[in-house]
């Protein structure tokens, strides 16, 4: 039998949202690990240029190398946008077995293991494609766990499923410590729960920052920042403002916008109220971690009151890590670790009324997490978890093929 070491294979084929964080700081926990790494991303230039210096330090093997984004199609699925899809999956396929072989014939490896850095159950088709054409045991981070959350299983749930009692599958992660057991009954392998960490650089000199503290000339700011959809409570704070009931706050609207989930009334209120002389709109993808938390910096509340959304969010990470309160709805993970560690105000329901009340309540009072509480969340969900997390999986992913 071969003694040459076992490696992991990277994988993200996407790169929106916090996806290069979370394919960052993976990459070093592993390379911190001496896990030989394949990288496999379409952000190549920044990962060479940020992980090149830390992996010399620590004398691990890793390659960095490029593959397409995700071929997840967010159009009409019509017949010739599901071929189109087919083709770039198989596409992918063919270039990451390609990688591997040449990655593993290199440093005379074996048996590089598949590790996915984002698992989102809208990529649940492509995945099993994907899975089953690269044929080799896997594993991988789940985000947002919403099917094993709902009675009433959303669409891809189905794909969700099949996909995780794949035989190839030898364990997952979850940000998500409240569906973790009810994961880990439903696939019968080993599903451990990560740090819901987030990425705390900031520049002292934030355009961003500095421009939203301009315009706010001393009111209070109430932020809304990330992917802008209307199941992320938008709806209602854009109803205030168009009302005037926000006249005294100064409003932050930044991040890009799923245009498609929204009616065309919808629309048409949010473009007039961009143009609001108490709003501050930057309606399109932030360019970075550091502008988006100079962003953050710059709000004085939070608001992630979303609706229909049981699972975890970075956002009260952000919240807690730039001491800023946060508002949500009640029911879910994002709830009990407001409601838990004191980071902010929970409402009923993503309504307008509630929302005002409490705003109003956060103005009038203050809001200040105590710091025990603080920390002591903040300890839950630090980076530097992720090695001994790591450490936990490595045993089950190297076991090979899952039983």
Known sequence: ????????????????????????????????LKVPLLILTSNVKILESEL??????????????????????????????????????RKSVMKIKSEIARFESTYHLHDTHAHFACLYEREAKALNVLITKLNRPWSGLYIQALSFYTSESPSHSEAVFSLFKDPRLTSLLCLDEIAQPRIE???KRPVIVAPDF?????DSDSPFEKAIVDSAKGRLVIGL??????????VPILELVLQNELEDYFIVLAGAVQWAGFSPE???LLEQVSQKENVWAHLERIPTE??????????????????DFPHSSNTVTKAATFEKPIIVTEGGLMAKRVNGFQLGLVIDRSESVLLLEAIHQIKAQGFSTPLVKRQAFLALHAPELLCDTLTRLLPHIFQGNAK
């Not at 076992?6 to 290069?20: E, P, R, T």
């Not at 010399?56 to 890793?62: A, E, K, L, P």
């Not at 550091?290 to 609706?307: F, K, P, T, W």
């Open 1 to 32: 039998m071969s003694t040459s070491p076992k490696a992991v294979a990277l994988i993200d084929w996407n790169n929106s949202g916090h996806h290069l964080t979370y394919l960052r700081y993976y990459a070093e926990a592993f390379i911190k």
């Open 52 to 89: 090149g210096p830390f992996s010399q330090v620590n004398r691990s093997i890793i390659s960095v190398q490029s593959i397409e984004r995700s071929p997840v199609n967010k159009v009409k699925p019509n017949w010739r946008n599901r071929l189109k899809n087919w083709r770039r999956i």
């Open 185 to 187: 009954r439903t696939i």
């Open 198 to 202: 987030t990425d705390n650089s900031v």
């Open 225 to 234: 920042v990330g992917y802008l959809q209307p199941s992320k409570g938008i």
């Open 266 to 268: 919808e629309k048409s």
């Open 290 to 307: 550091v502008a988006y938390n100079g962003i953050i910096r710059a709000c004085d509340l939070l608001v992630a009151a979303y609706r």
